[in-house]
């Protein structure tokens, strides 16, 4: 029995690579049987059937007649030949020895994969210096399977998922499914709210986890409980971080505690076959069929047809600082996404959209030979079908305007970019109102949206109502411009204020000592030549004064002397 083929020890898993620790022990233990099948070795190669156990009890009787022995032998090598055959060996029929014969010839083993550096079929040593195929240590540590090997478990793997109507789905971890932080980086206004404390308690309905060992607190998104329990109706799903491994398993258990979603299909940065790059070749799951949801692009670069970005999740600050965000947290807000409408709602409707239109049974293409990247392409082309766009100063001049990000995301989302204003066009994308083609769009009466309503479209899946993107006018743009420098600048400023101010307290103490000092000094010195003034005009007063009354006394004596006389 080959791996693929092996029974599945769980009822709901989708396919024979559900629990593959059981399926190699299986496997080498069938291996291992095989081998001893051959003429001396007294074991049994595989047990016996009800059947057989009656064959050989009436052997036994003295009564029948004795079995010849050639006719033992093929029975016997019939048996093993149709083991052979479900164990998916190299033996060829006719090598199977016959009679008391130890000459077997055997084709060459080709080594389909290894286990603990043993090829898990023949045994053999792994050759140190031609080490080929890829390791899945996630699956099984020691584990590393050849190309050939890999092919033929995707295509079992492949045909039973289509049987049950199933693709498989990657998810990612942090900002994609949860969001998590140290606790060394919890902001004071999340200590304040308690959030250490709803961590810690023991509550089955809470979404924020304590993780003790790691020193870290974990949020789980909303929604995420029913995302993964309807999800898994349709997709064979494994979680792939670039995390460390005791992070991812420790996140894994929290959203599947009854390892019902991810039985051997954890995948951390460890198991990456190139650095910081995520890659499909360790999943043992066919392209065709994979679906990505994360909220990194960069890390796909092999496989940005398979992915669904996801928008992301900032419960802590922590989060928002990582990625330059100078606004409150959810957490901070007290805020959190709606379960109803928020991202993985949305997505999941996304997914359903998908799963639906593969499987749709009008299309007459065979299953086996669809592509889910096609169907993601159409899906994501509705968005914006009958959208014609033109784009008024949001891209440098210096550039090709069809080589920008949002240029090539509009028409990924099925609008029509143009340079060109004319009347066919729907929409002027813009960040200014004062623009040539605002204007135009405004007497015209086109849809003026701000460069968000684009992003917001490729997040959510769906055209967005327009008049949630207004374009800011030009006075208050300007005007919110200067109040985001004047924040920035702000904080520094009240830091170089605050030692200016140390500064002057010592200076002015300083200053004005001496200011005291000098104007001692200069009061005395004013007062006394004051004095000295205030003296000689007293004296010359009392002098004018006593001419002034000699004189009238004088008048009046020569004015009444002949009266008198």
């Known amino acids: 029995m080959s791996l693929a083929e092996a029974p599945s020890p769980s009822p709901s898993s989708s396919s024979g690579s559900d629990d593959f620790a059981a399926l190699l022990d299986s496997e080498l233990e069938l291996a291992s049987g095989a081998d ?34 050639i006719e033992q032998n093929g029975t016997k090598r019939r048996r093993v030949e149709e083991q052979l055959q479900d164990q998916g060996t190299s033996v060829r029929p006719d090598k199977i020895p016959t009679g008391a014969s130890k000459n077997v010839q055997v084709e060459a083993c080709p080594h389909p994969g290894y286990f603990g550096g043993l090829c898990f079929r023949c045994g053999k040593p792994q050759d140190e210096e031609n080490v080929s195929g ?31 109507r199933k693709l498989v789905l990657i998810l990612d971890l942090d900002h994609t499914l949860i969001n998590s932080t140290k606790l060394q980086d919890i902001s004071f206004a999340e200590k304040d709210l308690g959030i250490q404390t709803a961590a810690s308690k023991d509550d089955p309905n809470r979404s924020i986890f304590s993780l003790n060992s790691m020193q870290m607190l974990t949020k789980l998104r909303p929604f995420v409980r029913e995302f993964l329990k309807e999800a898994s109706n349709m997709f064979e799903m494994y979680i792939y971080t670039m995390g460390d491994k005791p992070y991812a398993i420790e996140i894994a258990k929290l959203l599947d505690p009854s390892n019902i979603y991810f039985p051997s299909k954890v995948i951390s940065n460890s198991d990456c076959t190139q650095q910081h790059q ?19 692009e960069y890390v796909w670069q092999k496989h940005k047809e398979n992915l669904i970005l996801m928008e992301r999740y900032h419960f802590f600050a922590s989060s928002c600082r990582q990625f330059g965000f100078g606004v409150r947290s959810l957490a901070e ?48 082309k509705e968005i914006l079908q009958g959208c014609k766009i033109v784009f008024s100063r949001v891209f440098p001049n210096n550039t090709r305007p069809q080589e920008q990000m949002f240029w090539k995301m509009a028409e990924y989302l099925g609008a ?18 004062g623009t040539e083609k605002a204007r135009w769009g405004v007497d015209n009466k086109k ?57 002057e307290t010592t200076k002015d103490k300083e200053e004005n000592a001496a200011a005291r000092q000098k104007e001692t000094m200069k009061e005395k010195e004013e007062n ?7 003296t000689g005009n007293d004296e010359r007063n009392v002098g004018g004064q006593e001419k002034d009354d000699a004189k009238e006394n004088a008048v009046a004596t020569s004015t009444t002397s002949p009266t008198d006389s």
């Open 447 to 503: 849809f003026l949206v701000h460069l968000r309503w684009i992003e917001a479209a490729n997040f959510r899946w769906h055209r967005q109502p327009e008049e949630d993107f207004p374009v800011t006018a030009p006075k208050e743009k300007s005007k919110d411009k200067d109040n985001a420098v004047a924040g920035k600048k702000e904080t520094s400023k009240d830091r170089q204020n605050s030692a200016a101010e140390k500064k």
């Open 36 to 69: 001893s099948a051959f003429p001396g070795d007294p074991s049994p190669a595989f047990p016996a059937t009800e059947d057989e156990d009656e064959d050989e009890d009436e052997d036994e009787d003295p009564e029948e007649p004795e079995v010849d022995p």
């Open 278 to 296: 995520k890659g499909l070749d360790v999943i043992l799951g066919a392209e065709s069929v994979a679906v990505i949801l994360d909220d990194t």
């Open 528 to 534: 006394a030549v004051a004095g000295q003034k205030e």
């Open 416 to 433: 029509v970019c143009s340079t060109d204003v004319d009347s066919s066009v729907t929409h002027v994308v813009t960040v200014d109102l």
């Open 333 to 380: 807000s007290m805020q959190d996404e709606r379960e109803s409408d928020g991202a993985l709602a949305t997505v999941l409707d996304v997914l359903k959209r998908i799963h639906a239109s593969f499987f749709d049974m009008a299309v007459e293409t065979d299953l086996s030979s669809r592509d889910v990247r096609q169907v993601i392409k159409a899906v994501r």
């Open 134 to 164: 890829v390791a899945f240590g996630y699956i099984h540590k020691g584990l590393r399977l050849g190309t050939s090997e890999i092919d033929r478990l995707r295509g079992a793997d492949l045909k039973n998922l289509l049987r049950e």
